[in-house]
């Protein structure tokens, strides 16, 4: 099932001050050239999240998800990001191959 609705309304709340990236995310996003600045925009002003997928979240009250900003049919940003008052960058890798496939893929159970 796609969250994108439901993760596009609750993202849009966020200011760039509350958006938390990881050490994990932030040396992942230095390694392939993403831009932190871009990654908090896109989480501030998600015009290109076209999946979000729900995932397992490890605690009570967070909610996690999958989520995938697309650029163009070759190239997107896919973000593992945490929800708990706070916004939460766990991971971001960036896809440079057909990517909706492989999102609609995850999306299906």
Known sequence: MNYKHIVTEKLKKYKKE???????????AIFRSINIDEIKENIINPKRLFYAIKQTAQKEGEEKY?????????QCHRYAIVINGKCI?????????????????????
Not at 18 to 28: G, V
Not at 89 to 109: D, G, L, M, P, S
Request: charged share 25%; with cysteine.
């Open 18 to 28: 509350d958006i938390i990236i990881t050490e994990h995310a932030y040396e992942q």
């Open 66 to 74: 999958d989520c995938y900003f697309g650029y163009s049919k070759t």
């Open 89 to 109: 960058v766990c991971t971001a890798i960036k896809i440079n191959r057909r990517w909706q496939h492989i999102a609609e893929k995850n999306a299906k159970f």
